[in-house]
Nanobody, 116 residues
Framework: QVQLVESGGGLVQPGGSLRLSCAAS????????MAWYRQAPGKQRELVLG???????NYGGFVKGRFTISRDNAKKTVYLQMNNLKPEDTAVYYC??????????WGQGTLVTVSS
């Protein structure tokens, strides 16, 4: 059974930082492209950042250096480091695992709220 379990979300003040983690089980983690998406209230889910099996990075349209993605294949975990957070970053952040041309898997999401 495939599981993607996100953690690390919470309430943070504007300008603060958070690191999200997504721990995978039930898949051969190293052969999956991993990605973080987010969905704000009333908006569509959008790509934040993705990282391929060889470490190449896929960027969502809004990312401008504040967020970075990394993966640890030994720990079967992908991370999202978010710095200088803004209120508009408030969303549920989802982890995704996908192989090219095949369906993917989603985590349950972790809520990030940026507010003073």
């Amino acid at each position: 059974q495939v599981q993607l379990v996100e953690s690390g979300g919470g309430l943070v003040q504007p300008g603060g930082s958070l690191r999200l983690s997504c721990a995978a089980s039930g898949i051969i983690f190293s052969i999956y492209t991993m990605a973080w998406y987010r969905q704000a209230p009333g908006k569509q889910r959008e790509l934040v950042l993705g990282i391929t099996t060889d470490g190449s990075i896929n960027y969502g349209g809004f990312v401008k250096g504040r967020f970075t993605i990394s993966r640890d294949n030994a720990k079967k975990t992908v991370y999202l480091q978010m710095n200088n957070l803004k209120p508009e970053d408030t969303a549920v952040y989802y982890c995704n695992a996908k192989q090219p041309g095949l369906g993917g898997f989603w985590g349950q999401g972790t809520l990030v709220t940026v507010s003073s």
